[in-house]
């Protein structure tokens, strides 16, 4: 099966508050979208006869993308994203559309991510390689977790963290199976906030890789100088 990378980009980064979407601000003299695709570059190395090309997926009007490194880049291409981040994959998916067959594999990666460390996503690559349906990237969730009724602030329990993980990206599942439970999902009116999600309510059972838990999205602009730490360890 062939590789095809997906990245949403179509955001409008409400949280974090700055003047242009948070994947065109400038980290370590790149911008964090060309950071979050280049993390991929695995994938783009010249050797890799699998990958087959990568779609970014953006905003309509978007004025920043044609300075971005990845746009010069003959293996990208970009389509018009949409409301909703699943909303944005489902572009993607359907500008594959008697390009990608049933089984190729399709790896999504969230523009906000620019710290996935190699070893991560080929840890990925490697554990799914022979998997008939995918999963991802996810962290053990840390911190001791207390449940309250919407809104409250009693706190009604303590919620065992033995099984619980933090979804990250990148997350790879098969392409005919992520399409169909994307579709369905949305048509559904159902919740998706990643692939995951929508591949679970297919009735399929991702498989969870643990990746590192630096893998930050960034999200509100504290995340920024987060980030720049853990790049500067790598
Ligand atoms: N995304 C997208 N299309 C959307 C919404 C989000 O492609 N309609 C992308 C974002 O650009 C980002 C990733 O999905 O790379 C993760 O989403 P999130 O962190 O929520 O980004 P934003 O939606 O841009 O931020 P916010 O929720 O704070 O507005
Ligand atoms: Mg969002």
Known sequence: PRLWLIIPAAGAGKRMNSARPKQYL???GSL???LAIESMSDC???DNTALAGCIVAISVDDPWWCDTRASQNDRVTSVTGGQERADSV?????????QAGPDDWVLVHDAARPCLHPDDLNRLLTELKDHQVGGLLAAP???TLKKTAAGGQDVLETVDRSQLWRALTPQMFRFGILRCALKSALAAGLPVTDEASA??????????????PDNIKITVPADLALADFVLSRF
Request: some cysteine; aromatic content about 8%; proline content about 3%.
């Open 141 to 143: 969730v840390t911190d």
């Open 26 to 28: 400038s980290l370590r």
């Open 32 to 34: 964090i979208l060309d």
């Open 44 to 46: 783009f190395a010249s």
């Open 199 to 212: 591949v679970e309510q297919a009735g399929y059972f991702p498989c969870i890789v643990e990746g590192r």
């Open 90 to 98: 489902l572009a993607a998916l359907d500008a594959l559309d008697g």
